[in-house]
Every structure is written in C-alpha cells, then in structure tokens.
C-alpha cells in the first residue's frame, strides 16, 4: 500500500530551524516534493528532487530550505533554516511514480497528478 508518513514539524521562534522527515514504503517512486498549506491560502510548492539527482526550489525558500532524499533508508527530508511566520503551515510530502520532466511545473501546480500525499505535519512558526 502506497503509504508517506511525514514527520518533524513543531513550534519554533523565528529565526530558529527544523528538519521535516517523509518516510515512503517501497523504491517505486521516481519523484518527490515537499509542499505546504496555510489556512485560506493554495498548496505552494517548496522543494522536489528526482531520482537520477535533479532537484529545484521555489523562489520563496531557495536558500533557507534544502531537500534530500536517502532511498536507502526510504526517507524524504527537508532542513528548513531562518524560519519566518509566514513559514506556519501544513508540510505534505508528495511523490509520483514517474519521472517528473519539470519538476518546477510539478511545484507550481500544486502538485498535480501526484501519486500518492502524506498527511501533512504542522510547523508553527512565532515571532
């Protein structure tokens, strides 16, 4: 059974970090993603990496956020630094069977046609 399971989130002062883990079953996933929701706001895509390496960031987190994968240990991470309120939100890891040819397009939309979603972990960011 296709299974994600995120870990990790918590409250933080700003400023501060935390390190978002997504446990997957299996090695069937070529593409993976991590996304967030605030309340009343759309799903932003954050960070997605493939498996042949390739990866990318949304312009809002690219330098404070970085994404790995350990296929390995099966698990999806997520190191987020100089976290802001406007971090608060819902974090769901997302991944997709098939290798995602534009994993920008694959962030921009919000994680369209993805596979299989985690069931979120909450960061509470407080200033």
């Known amino acids: 059974q296709d299974q994600l399971t995120e870990s990790g989130g918590g409250s933080v002062q700003s400023g501060g970090s935390l390190t978002l883990s997504c446990v997957y079953a299996g090695d069937t996933y070529n593409s993976m993603a991590w996304f967030r929701q605030a309340p009343q706001k759309e799903r932003e895509g954050l960070a997605a990496i493939r498996k042949d390496g390739i990866l990318t960031y949304a312009d809002s987190v690219r330098g404070r956020f970085a994404i790995s994968r350990d296929d390995a240990k099966n698990t999806l991470s997520l190191q987020m630094h100089s976290l802001q309120p406007e971090d608060t939100a819902m974090y769901y890891c997302?991944?997709?069977?098939?290798?995602?040819?534009?994993?920008?397009?694959?962030?921009?939309?919000?994680?369209?046609?993805?596979?299989?979603w985690g069931q979120g972990t909450q960061v509470t960011v407080f200033s």
């Open positions: 997302a991944a997709s069977v098939t290798r995602r040819n534009s994993l920008t397009h694959w962030l921009r939309s919000g994680g369209y046609e993805s596979d299989v």
